[in-house]
C-alpha cells in the first residue's frame, strides 16, 4: 500500500428527510393526478409531501462507506508495519552502531534490504540415488556454486550446483530418490505475512479434471 498526504475518500453528504407539516399539524399525503392519495404498492400507506427527500440507504453508497472503512483499516496495518521496521532498526542500530538494520526482517511482506530468494523449478523426471545432472522444467534464476533445496513429498535434502545447462542442474550425487515433479528450489520457505511467522513450504499435488467445452 503507498501511502498519501492526499485525502481522496469522498465525502457523500447525507441529507435528511423532512415531512411537510399541514396547519393542523398533520403530514401532507401526496396526491395523484385526480386527486386521490398516492399509495405505498408494498405498505399500503400513503405517500407524504417532504421539504428535503433526504439521502436513500442503498448498497452503493453503504459499499462506498464500507470501502472507507476497510482502506482506514488497510493504511493502519501499513503504518504500525512501518513503526515496527523503524524501532527494529533503532534497536540495531543501538546494539551496533552503523549496522543499519541491515539484517532484519519484520516478516510483514515488505523486507528491509533483504530479499527472500523464491527461485524455483520442477524436476521434470523420476531420479534415483547417486543422480547428479537434473532435468528440469527451467533453469532461470539458478546460479552455479550456489546451495538449492530438494524435495517432494517424502524426502529432502540440500545440495550445491556444480553448474547449469540448458534445462538441467548438475548437482551434488542425490541422497535420495526424487519422483517426477519434485522442486528444486533456493528456499523452501512460506513467509505469513499476517502473522509475521517464518514456516517450511508444503509440497502440493493437484487434482486436474479434463472437461470437453462443445
Do not use: C
Given at each position: 500500500?503507498?501511502?498519501?498526504?492526499?485525502?481522496?475518500?469522498?465525502?457523500?453528504?447525507?441529507?435528511?428527510?423532512i415531512w411537510k407539516i399541514g396547519p393542523d399539524g398533520k403530514l401532507i399525503p401526496k396526491k395523484d393526478d385526480v386527486g386521490e392519495d398516492m399509495l405505498n404498492p408494498l405498505t399500503?400507506?400513503?405517500?407524504?409531501?417532504?421539504?428535503?427527500e433526504g439521502t436513500r440507504v442503498a448498497a452503493k453508497r453503504l459499499n462506498h462507506m464500507d470501502l472507507g472503512i476497510y482502506m482506514a483499516h488497510e493504511f493502519l496495518v501499513e503504518?504500525?508495519?512501518?513503526?515496527?521496521?523503524?524501532?527494529?532498526?533503532?534497536?540495531?542500530?543501538?546494539?551496533?552502531?552503523?549496522?543499519?538494520?541491515?539484517?532484519?526482517?519484520?516478516?510483514?511482506?515488505?523486507?528491509?534490504?533483504?530479499?527472500?530468494?523464491?527461485?524455483?523449478?520442477?524436476?521434470?523426471?523420476?531420479?534415483?540415488?547417486?543422480?547428479?545432472?537434473?532435468?528440469?522444467?527451467?533453469?532461470?534464476?539458478?546460479?552455479?556454486?550456489?546451495?538449492?533445496?530438494?524435495?517432494?513429498?517424502?524426502?529432502?535434502?540440500?545440495?550445491?550446483?556444480?553448474?547449469?545447462?540448458?534445462?538441467?542442474?548438475?548437482?551434488?550425487?542425490?541422497?535420495?530418490?526424487?519422483?517426477?515433479?519434485?522442486?528444486?528450489?533456493?528456499?523452501?520457505?512460506?513467509?505469513?505475512?499476517?502473522?509475521?511467522?517464518?514456516?517450511?513450504?508444503?509440497?502440493?499435488?493437484?487434482?486436474?479434471?479434463?472437461?470437453?467445452?462443445?
Amino acid at each position: 500500500m503507498k501511502f498519501s498526504f492526499k485525502n481522496d475518500y469522498v465525502l457523500l453528504h447525507w441529507k435528511d428527510r423532512i415531512w411537510k407539516i399541514g396547519p393542523d399539524g398533520k403530514l401532507i399525503p401526496k396526491k395523484d393526478d385526480v386527486g386521490e392519495d398516492m399509495l405505498n404498492p408494498l405498505t399500503g400507506l400513503p405517500f407524504y409531501e417532504t421539504i428535503e427527500e433526504g439521502t436513500r440507504v442503498a448498497a452503493k453508497r453503504l459499499n462506498h462507506m464500507d470501502l472507507g472503512i476497510y482502506m482506514a483499516h488497510e493504511f493502519l496495518v501499513e503504518l504500525a508495519s512501518l513503526v515496527r521496521r523503524m524501532q527494529i532498526q533503532l534497536e540495531l542500530d543501538g546494539r551496533v552502531p552503523g549496522n543499519s538494520g541491515t539484517f532484519s526482517d519484520t516478516l510483514d511482506g515488505s523486507t528491509n534490504k533483504i530479499v527472500l530468494d523464491k527461485t524455483l523449478t520442477d524436476i521434470v523426471e523420476s531420479v534415483v540415488i547417486g543422480t547428479t545432472v537434473l532435468k528440469v522444467a527451467n533453469t532461470e534464476g539458478f546460479t552455479a556454486f550456489s546451495q538449492v533445496t530438494i524435495f517432494d513429498d517424502l524426502h529432502s535434502e540440500n545440495v550445491i550446483i556444480t553448474s547449469i545447462g540448458t534445462n538441467t542442474i548438475t548437482v551434488q550425487a542425490l541422497q535420495h530418490n526424487y519422483k517426477k515433479g519434485a522442486k528444486v528450489a533456493r528456499s523452501n520457505v512460506a513467509i505469513d505475512t499476517t502473522l509475521s511467522e517464518m514456516g517450511i513450504g508444503d509440497w502440493q499435488t493437484y487434482n486436474v479434471v479434463l472437461v470437453e467445452v462443445v
